[in-house]
C-alpha cells in the first residue's frame, strides 16, 4: 500500500483513502472512521485492510452501491458487438408489454459514491413480521 491508494475496510467501514503512512507502517486515512470501540479515529494498520488498490473501480463488488444504485454481475453486448461480463447497473426501460432490462457497465460510469454491502447491511432496519 501507498499514499493515494483507496482501501475497502474491515468492520463495516467502508472504502477510505490512504493520506499519510508513518515509518513505522501505521497509515493515515482521508476521511475518518469509527473505531471497534466506537471512537473516531483516521489512523490504522494493515490488519483493518480487506483490499487495496490505486484504482477504486477496483474495490467494488455485487451487492455494493455507486452513485445509489447497486451494481450486479452481468452479461452485455458491448458496442463491437462481443460479449462481454462484468459489474453492471440494471438501467429498467418500459413498453406496452414488457420490461426491458439493459445494462450499464461500471466501468464507464463516473463514481461520486459508494456504499458497501457491509455499510448498507449494518445501517439498514428491519421490520419483524
Known sequence: ???????????????NRIDEI????TFY?????GDEWGDETFRLDTNDVIKSSPNIIDLIGVGDYV?????MSADWINENGEYEEG????????????IIVNWLP???????????K???SQMEYRIEE
Do not use: W
Request: charged share 30%; proline share 2%.
Open 1 to 15: 500500500m501507498k499514499v493515494g491508494d483507496y482501501v475497502r475496510l474491515d468492520r463495516c467501514q467502508g472504502i
Open 22 to 25: 508513518d515509518e513505522i507502517g
Open 29 to 33: 486515512l482521508e476521511d475518518v472512521i
Open 67 to 71: 452513485n445509489g444504485s447497486e451494481v
Open 87 to 98: 459489474l453492471a447497473f440494471p438501467m429498467y426501460a418500459e413498453d406496452d408489454l414488457h
Open 106 to 116: 461500471l466501468k464507464y460510469v463516473e463514481i461520486h459514491s459508494i456504499v458497501t
Open 118 to 120: 457491509e455499510q448498507f
